[in-house]
Protein backbone atom coordinates (compact mmCIF):
# COMPACT_ATOMS: atom_id res chain seq x y z
CA UNK A 1 0.00 0.00 0.00
CA UNK A 2 0.88 3.78 -0.14
CA UNK A 3 2.23 3.76 3.37
CA UNK A 4 4.83 0.57 2.98
CA UNK A 5 6.06 2.38 -1.03
CA UNK A 6 6.68 5.45 0.99
CA UNK A 7 8.87 3.46 4.07
CA UNK A 8 11.14 1.43 1.22
CA UNK A 9 11.11 4.45 -0.87
CA UNK A 10 13.37 6.17 1.37
CA UNK A 11 15.66 2.85 1.57
CA UNK A 12 15.40 1.96 -2.43
CA UNK A 13 15.26 5.33 -4.43
CA UNK A 14 14.14 2.92 -7.40
CA UNK A 15 10.94 2.45 -5.72
CA UNK A 16 9.95 6.19 -6.90
CA UNK A 17 9.48 4.48 -9.80
CA UNK A 18 7.21 2.21 -8.27
CA UNK A 19 4.92 5.01 -6.55
CA UNK A 20 4.87 7.27 -9.88
CA UNK A 21 3.71 4.12 -11.78
CA UNK A 22 0.91 3.54 -9.40
CA UNK A 23 0.01 7.07 -9.61
CA UNK A 24 -0.51 6.65 -12.94
CA UNK A 25 -2.24 3.48 -13.21
CA UNK A 26 -5.08 5.60 -11.33
CA UNK A 27 -5.09 8.71 -13.49
CA UNK A 28 -5.44 6.97 -16.63
CA UNK A 29 -8.92 7.03 -17.97
CA UNK A 30 -11.35 3.97 -16.66
CA UNK A 31 -11.63 3.00 -20.19
CA UNK A 32 -7.91 2.70 -20.75
CA UNK A 33 -6.41 -1.06 -20.07
CA UNK A 34 -3.73 -0.61 -17.31
CA UNK A 35 -0.21 -0.23 -18.64
CA UNK A 36 2.18 -3.12 -17.68
CA UNK A 37 5.53 -0.30 -17.26
CA UNK A 38 7.56 1.91 -15.43
CA UNK A 39 7.35 5.04 -16.67
CA UNK A 40 10.95 6.38 -18.05
CA UNK A 41 14.02 4.57 -17.90
CA UNK A 42 17.27 4.32 -15.94
CA UNK A 43 19.92 2.93 -18.48
CA UNK A 44 21.45 5.07 -21.42
CA UNK A 45 21.72 3.59 -24.99
CA UNK A 46 25.60 4.12 -24.04
CA UNK A 47 25.87 0.93 -22.21
CA UNK A 48 25.36 -1.31 -24.48
CA UNK A 49 27.06 0.49 -27.33
CA UNK A 50 30.31 -1.39 -26.51
CA UNK A 51 29.93 -5.17 -26.60
CA UNK A 52 32.46 -7.15 -25.40
CA UNK A 53 33.47 -11.18 -25.83
CA UNK A 54 36.25 -12.73 -23.53
CA UNK A 55 38.11 -15.74 -23.84
CA UNK A 56 40.97 -17.04 -21.42
CA UNK A 57 43.45 -15.07 -23.52
CA UNK A 58 42.05 -11.95 -25.01
CA UNK A 59 39.06 -9.72 -24.66
CA UNK A 60 37.61 -8.07 -27.75
CA UNK A 61 34.81 -5.77 -28.53
CA UNK A 62 32.34 -4.91 -31.31
CA UNK A 63 29.94 -1.29 -31.51
CA UNK A 64 26.08 -0.76 -32.41
CA UNK A 65 24.97 1.94 -33.24
CA UNK A 66 21.23 2.44 -32.73
CA UNK A 67 18.85 4.93 -33.81
CA UNK A 68 15.90 6.16 -31.82
CA UNK A 69 13.06 8.66 -33.21
CA UNK A 70 11.90 11.62 -30.83
CA UNK A 71 9.34 13.21 -32.93
CA UNK A 72 6.53 11.24 -34.01
CA UNK A 73 3.86 13.25 -35.09
CA UNK A 74 1.20 11.34 -33.31
CA UNK A 75 1.80 9.04 -29.77
CA UNK A 76 -1.19 7.69 -28.19
CA UNK A 77 -0.68 4.75 -25.43
CA UNK A 78 -0.56 2.20 -28.29
CA UNK A 79 1.95 4.01 -30.49
CA UNK A 80 5.94 5.16 -29.93
CA UNK A 81 7.09 2.81 -27.44
CA UNK A 82 8.88 0.76 -30.53
CA UNK A 83 10.75 3.72 -31.39
CA UNK A 84 12.74 4.34 -28.40
CA UNK A 85 14.82 1.34 -26.61
CA UNK A 86 14.23 0.75 -22.78
CA UNK A 87 15.98 -0.86 -19.90
CA UNK A 88 15.34 -4.42 -19.88
CA UNK A 89 16.73 -4.43 -23.64
CA UNK A 90 20.08 -3.19 -21.80
CA UNK A 91 20.21 -5.86 -19.22
CA UNK A 92 19.25 -8.44 -21.83
CA UNK A 93 22.22 -7.50 -23.93
CA UNK A 94 24.68 -7.64 -21.15
CA UNK A 95 23.40 -10.99 -20.04
CA UNK A 96 23.89 -12.45 -23.98
CA UNK A 97 26.91 -10.48 -23.57
CA UNK A 98 27.92 -12.89 -20.37
CA UNK A 99 26.28 -16.03 -21.62
CA UNK A 100 25.45 -16.05 -25.42
CA UNK A 101 27.95 -19.13 -25.77
CA UNK A 102 26.36 -21.48 -23.58
CA UNK A 103 23.44 -21.54 -26.05
CA UNK A 104 25.72 -21.42 -29.00
CA UNK A 105 28.66 -23.77 -28.43
CA UNK A 106 26.66 -26.79 -29.18
CA UNK A 107 25.31 -25.52 -32.38
CA UNK A 108 21.96 -25.96 -31.07
CA UNK A 109 20.43 -22.69 -32.37
CA UNK A 110 20.85 -21.70 -36.17
CA UNK A 111 17.35 -20.01 -36.73
CA UNK A 112 16.72 -16.96 -34.04
CA UNK A 113 13.47 -14.80 -33.95
CA UNK A 114 13.21 -11.45 -32.08
CA UNK A 115 9.53 -9.98 -31.49
CA UNK A 116 8.47 -6.33 -30.61
CA UNK A 117 12.06 -5.52 -31.30
CA UNK A 118 11.60 -1.86 -31.29
CA UNK A 119 14.79 -0.05 -32.42
CA UNK A 120 16.19 -3.62 -32.99
CA UNK A 121 19.00 -2.95 -30.02
CA UNK A 122 18.69 -6.39 -28.78
CA UNK A 123 18.70 -8.78 -31.80
CA UNK A 124 21.15 -6.31 -33.39
CA UNK A 125 23.48 -7.30 -30.52
CA UNK A 126 22.97 -10.58 -30.51
CA UNK A 127 23.91 -10.50 -34.08
CA UNK A 128 27.17 -8.51 -33.19
CA UNK A 129 28.04 -10.88 -30.67
CA UNK A 130 27.91 -13.90 -32.77
CA UNK A 131 30.25 -12.05 -35.60
CA UNK A 132 32.60 -12.05 -32.42
CA UNK A 133 32.12 -15.47 -31.18
CA UNK A 134 32.32 -16.75 -35.21
CA UNK A 135 35.55 -14.44 -35.77
CA UNK A 136 37.18 -16.89 -32.69
CA UNK A 137 35.92 -19.94 -34.39
CA UNK A 138 33.54 -20.75 -31.78
CA UNK A 139 30.20 -21.50 -34.23
CA UNK A 140 30.34 -24.27 -36.28
CA UNK A 141 27.10 -23.74 -38.03
CA UNK A 142 25.43 -20.81 -39.62
CA UNK A 143 23.11 -18.94 -37.70
CA UNK A 144 20.59 -15.93 -38.94
CA UNK A 145 18.42 -13.56 -37.11
CA UNK A 146 14.88 -12.43 -38.20
CA UNK A 147 14.28 -9.10 -36.34
CA UNK A 148 10.51 -7.92 -36.22
CA UNK A 149 7.90 -5.75 -35.19
CA UNK A 150 4.55 -3.56 -36.21
CA UNK A 151 4.59 -1.18 -39.37
CA UNK A 152 5.30 1.74 -37.18
CA UNK A 153 8.51 0.62 -35.96
CA UNK A 154 10.01 -0.79 -39.25
CA UNK A 155 11.59 2.64 -41.43
CA UNK A 156 14.21 2.66 -38.13
CA UNK A 157 13.89 -0.21 -37.17
CA UNK A 158 15.52 -1.45 -40.73
CA UNK A 159 17.77 1.68 -41.12
CA UNK A 160 19.00 -0.05 -37.55
CA UNK A 161 19.40 -3.64 -39.08
CA UNK A 162 21.25 -1.71 -42.60
CA UNK A 163 23.56 0.53 -40.74
CA UNK A 164 24.76 -2.34 -38.39
CA UNK A 165 25.50 -5.09 -41.45
CA UNK A 166 28.64 -5.99 -41.40
CA UNK A 167 30.39 -6.11 -44.96
CA UNK A 168 30.86 -9.47 -45.96
CA UNK A 169 34.84 -10.15 -46.15
CA UNK A 170 35.08 -14.06 -46.58
CA UNK A 171 33.06 -17.07 -46.22
CA UNK A 172 32.88 -17.37 -42.54
CA UNK A 173 31.44 -14.18 -41.79
CA UNK A 174 28.61 -15.30 -44.33
CA UNK A 175 27.52 -17.65 -41.81
CA UNK A 176 25.79 -14.99 -39.52
CA UNK A 177 23.01 -12.84 -41.17
CA UNK A 178 20.04 -10.90 -40.31
CA UNK A 179 17.54 -9.45 -41.77
CA UNK A 180 14.22 -7.27 -40.38
CA UNK A 181 10.27 -8.39 -40.69
CA UNK A 182 6.85 -7.04 -40.69
CA UNK A 183 5.12 -9.20 -37.34
CA UNK A 184 1.73 -8.34 -36.15
CA UNK A 185 1.09 -10.62 -33.03
CA UNK A 186 -2.72 -10.16 -34.26
CA UNK A 187 -1.81 -11.61 -37.58
CA UNK A 188 1.16 -13.84 -36.67
CA UNK A 189 0.73 -15.77 -39.88
CA UNK A 190 1.62 -12.64 -41.84
CA UNK A 191 5.05 -12.48 -41.22
CA UNK A 192 6.83 -10.51 -44.25
CA UNK A 193 10.30 -9.06 -44.99
CA UNK A 194 10.39 -5.52 -44.68
CA UNK A 195 11.31 -3.00 -47.86
CA UNK A 196 12.19 0.06 -47.57
CA UNK A 197 10.45 3.18 -49.46
CA UNK A 198 14.42 3.92 -49.66
CA UNK A 199 16.44 2.38 -52.02
CA UNK A 200 19.53 3.14 -50.80
CA UNK A 201 18.76 1.05 -47.68
CA UNK A 202 18.50 -2.40 -49.45
CA UNK A 203 20.31 -4.45 -47.78
CA UNK A 204 22.26 -7.37 -49.89
CA UNK A 205 21.76 -9.89 -47.16
CA UNK A 206 19.52 -13.01 -48.65
CA UNK A 207 16.09 -12.75 -47.09
CA UNK A 208 15.01 -15.98 -45.44
CA UNK A 209 11.78 -17.78 -45.62
CA UNK A 210 10.12 -15.96 -42.03
CA UNK A 211 7.27 -18.46 -41.94
CA UNK A 212 9.05 -20.70 -40.09
CA UNK A 213 10.09 -22.61 -36.74
CA UNK A 214 12.85 -20.78 -34.72
CA UNK A 215 14.82 -22.74 -31.98
CA UNK A 216 15.54 -19.13 -29.93
CA UNK A 217 13.13 -16.42 -29.43
CA UNK A 218 14.44 -13.13 -27.96
CA UNK A 219 11.99 -10.56 -26.30
CA UNK A 220 12.38 -7.54 -24.14
CA UNK A 221 10.10 -5.09 -22.37
CA UNK A 222 7.77 -6.49 -25.13
CA UNK A 223 4.79 -6.30 -22.80
CA UNK A 224 3.07 -3.14 -22.12
CA UNK A 225 -0.36 -3.06 -22.64
CA UNK A 226 -3.23 -5.78 -20.96
CA UNK A 227 -4.83 -6.40 -24.18
CA UNK A 228 -1.74 -7.38 -25.94
CA UNK A 229 -1.17 -10.82 -23.67
CA UNK A 230 -3.77 -12.71 -25.66
CA UNK A 231 -2.12 -11.62 -29.03
CA UNK A 232 1.38 -12.68 -27.78
CA UNK A 233 0.77 -15.59 -26.59
CA UNK A 234 -1.34 -17.00 -29.76
CA UNK A 235 2.37 -15.62 -32.11
CA UNK A 236 3.99 -17.53 -29.55
CA UNK A 237 2.84 -20.67 -29.95
Request: glycine share 4%.
Amino acid sequence: DEMYINAISEKIPSMNRIRILINDIHELNNNIKPILAINGRRFDANDAMILYYTTKDSVQSTSVSIAEVHDRDSVDIDGSTGLKYWDSAIVLIKYLEKHLNVYFNNNQYSNVLEIGAGTGIVGISCYRLLQLFNSNQVLKTSIHITITDIEYSMPNLHRNVYENTLPVEDEDIECITMQDAVLDWNKPSEVTPYVPTDASLVTTTTVKPVNTEYDLILASDVMWLEHLIPSLIGTLV
